[in-house]
């Protein structure tokens, strides 16, 4: 790889659409203990002169990171806020210890809300849908996770080659060139 890149330093933050950011405050900062870090009312798309009244909130993570909402109650499909499946979207956050992927549970279990574990061999897993519909993941990493990422790397292409290969027709027939073959545009 090319020394040209620009070290991406991490994720400043994540942004999706929520029902009511009043009900996601109570989410985010009540329930899971995130601070309430900004909630910017606009009148109009920012960049633009386009008139839209909507709200953004911030909340800040331990490291600094945030996860964000836009409350658009006046251009959200009413439809839009159902449980998402975790492939198309969903949000991984960490935690530093087992004990406190425990205090995660106990937490959502006061005030009712479901969740479920996995554990993945590289980090265990507690699954749950925000009230926005969006599926939230608590991970902690496994004592041999640094190890288990380390060993994948060492095959990470050859197994996309593989993929690429075994997939590469339906997908053809599925999107077409044009949406696969993008590189052999630049």
Same mark, same amino acid.
């Given at each position: ?22 009900? %996601? ?13 900004? #909630? ?7 960049? %633009? ?6 709200? *953004? ?16 109650? *006046? ?16 949000? #991984? ?5 087992m004990s406190d992927l425990d205090k995660v549970k106990e937490q959502l279990n006061s005030v009712g809300w479901d969740s479920f574990t996995i554990d993945h061999e590289f980090v265990t897993s ?18 041999? *996770? ?9 095959? #990470? ?30």
């Amino acid at each position: 790889m090319s020394n040209n890149y620009v070290e991406i330093e991490g994720v400043h933050h994540v942004a999706y659409r929520c029902r009511d950011a009043e009900q %996601t405050r109570w989410f985010y900062e009540d329930v899971l203990g995130l601070k309430l870090a900004a #909630a910017m009312s606009f009148d109009h798309i920012s960049g %633009t002169e386009k008139e839209m009244k909507y709200m *953004h909130i911030f909340f800040e993570m331990a490291d600094g990171n945030y996860i964000a909402f836009f409350d658009d109650p *006046h251009n959200a499909p009413s439809d839009f806020f159902k449980e998402m499946n975790g492939f198309d979207s969903h949000v #991984a956050v960490q935690v530093n210890s087992m004990s406190d992927l425990d205090k995660v549970k106990e937490q959502l279990n006061s005030v009712g809300w479901d969740s479920f574990t996995i554990d993945h061999e590289f980090v265990t897993s507690v699954y749950i849908f925000d009230p926005n519909g969006i599926q939230l993941e608590f991970t902690c990493r496994a004592n041999n *996770h640094d190890q288990i990422m380390e060993e994948d790397a060492k095959k #990470a292409h050859h197994e996309l080659d593989q993929w690429t290969k075994e997939t590469r027709k339906l997908k053809l027939n599925k999107f077409g060139s044009d949406a696969l073959d993008l590189r052999e545009k630049t």
